[in-house]
């Protein structure tokens, strides 16, 4: 685990913690070691994968799909009963491209190894954070000026000039501003 815990923190979350870090590394044995023999692995809306020997070649492919970069960034990771929950944000290099989408992952442990991990992807964050030359990409989806986690404008790149702009929602925030 890494350095120990406070007393506040359960070492379940330090586990995930741990296993997104290897993750990261893609370090795929060690990343492997957290689960148990017969973990049940989800990437919705992927079928189930049962058992950590069919696991292997299904991560394999997506850590040498990663093999130039990665980086995980868990925005919260807490401990629900026997369950861990968390949100994170990977930024994978694809090729040429750095592909930036958030995830929410449930695991349930039983002692200290993953029983079931499920990984659900918010597929609108990486459509949004596409290249597409020649029309207008945004950076965010607009919301309800009041609404807690989202700004009340949207930034957007124009074309393929790398330009910027604030325009306003359409439900009356406020109003744009070119930058």
Avoid at 30 to 57: C, M, N, Q, W
Avoid at 99 to 125: G, P, Q
Wanted: glycine share 8%; aromatic share 6%; charged share 25%.
């Amino acid at each position: 685990m890494s350095g120990g815990h406070p007393s506040n923190v359960h070492p379940r979350v330090e586990l995930v913690k741990d296993a997104f870090a290897t993750m990261a590394a893609l370090d795929l044995d060690g990343y492997l070691k957290f689960f148990s023999d017969d973990v049940e692995h989800v990437l919705a809306p992927l079928p189930k994968i049962t058992g950590k020997k069919s696991l292997r070649p299904a991560l394999a492919r997506g850590f040498r799909a990663c093999v130039s970069g990665l980086t995980v960034s868990p925005l919260s990771v807490v401990q629900q009963g026997d369950s861990v929950i968390s949100a994170r944000v990977d930024i994978a290099k694809l090729g040429p491209l750095w592909v930036r989408f958030r995830i929410k992952a449930t695991m349930k442990f039983v002692d200290d190894k993953v029983v079931f991990w499920r990984d659900s992807i918010d597929y609108l964050s990486l459509i949004d954070r596409l290249p597409q030359p020649h029309r207008v990409e945004p950076a965010w989806r607009c919301r309800h000026p009041h609404s807690v986690a989202a700004p009340a404008t949207s930034s957007h790149r124009v074309g393929g000039e790398g330009r910027r702009i604030q325009i306003a929602c359409h439900d009356g925030g406020t109003k744009g501003a070119a930058s």
